[in-house]
């Protein structure tokens, strides 16, 4: 009987640690899952901001809405990023996009490849 109960004991045991596995593995997924679909919803917004910045389609307002957005999508997604590249990513378009609503608040023009190479780098870094 004594080695029975020890045999379920160490089922138990590597079914737990089964779990714990598993556990960190999907939640590895999950947080590479939200890492991409942040990248799309910033390729998206950046691509709205190209078109709000370009030719015919030129309008400030539209462009602070666009960086507005890449804002509001940064900070959904907030400190997930326990990844040290995907932070970084987030960090240098966050930066990118705060100069640009700066220069935007003081009337200048501001400078949206910054923005358009930091969201490409999160996207890369994302996928990768």
């Known amino acids: 009987m ?30 590479a899952i939200d890492c991409g679909q942040l990248a799309t919803r910033i390729a998206a ?5 190209q078109e709000a910045v370009s030719g015919a ?10 960086l507005n957005e890449i804002d509001k999508n940064l900070d ?9 590249d995907v ?19 003081r009337g200048d023009v501001p400078d949206f490849q910054p923005v358009g190479d930091a969201a490409g780098e999160l996207t890369n870094v994302c996928t990768s």
């Open 57 to 66: 389609g030129e309008s400030p307002q539209a462009a602070a809405d666009a």
């Open 87 to 105: 932070g970084k990513a987030v960090d240098d378009l966050q930066r990118a996009v705060d100069n640009a609503q700066q220069a935007t608040d």
């Open 45 to 49: 917004d950046v691509d709205q901001l």
């Open 2 to 31: 004594g080695k029975r109960l020890w045999t379920r004991a160490g089922v138990a045991l590597a079914a737990g640690a089964a779990a714990v596995t598993l556990t960190g593995a999907c939640d590895a997924v999950s947080k």
């Open 76 to 84: 959904d997604f907030g400190d997930q990023a326990d990844n040290a």
